[in-house]
């Protein structure tokens, strides 16, 4: 099993900053395929960005490219994910994510419990 805790949440005004973390336990960290994703009141959970096991490979949505950056410590077992220029549309739960696979394309089989965002117009 894994265990994943985020952090960082809050309220921020537009064009303000936010980063997120999100702290893994119960797996080789080294192992684990890491993303976040976020959901919006009354709408469907979707994809933000992912990073690959090292690190070297990120993807992320069209919506969040160029104003998001997920990085990830494998020495503290950690994933973030900077948030910037945040826009109202941002406002969602943000959920971390983990799966021992590699593609990056796969599911993923851990969630964390979520974290609010809030941006203000």
């Known amino acids: 099993q894994v265990q994943l805790v985020e952090s960082g949440g809050g309220l921020v005004q537009a064009g303000g900053s936010l980063r997120l973390s999100c702290a893994a336990s119960?797996?080789?960290?080294?192992?684990?395929?890491m993303a976040w994703f976020r959901q919006a009141p009354g709408k469907e959970r979707e994809f933000v960005a992912a990073?690959?096991?090292?690190?070297?490979?990120?993807d992320y949505a069209s919506s969040v490219k160029g104003r998001f950056t997920i990085s990830r410590d494998n020495a503290k077992n950690t994933v973030a994910l900077q948030m910037n220029s945040l826009k109202p549309e941002d406002t969602a739960v943000y959920y971390c994510a983990a799966d021992r696979s590699a593609s990056m394309t796969g599911e993923y089989a851990y969630w964390g419990q979520g974290t609010q965002v809030t941006v203000s117009s």
């Open positions: 990073i690959s096991r090292s690190g070297v490979i990120t």
């Open positions: 119960g797996r080789p960290f080294s192992l684990l395929r």
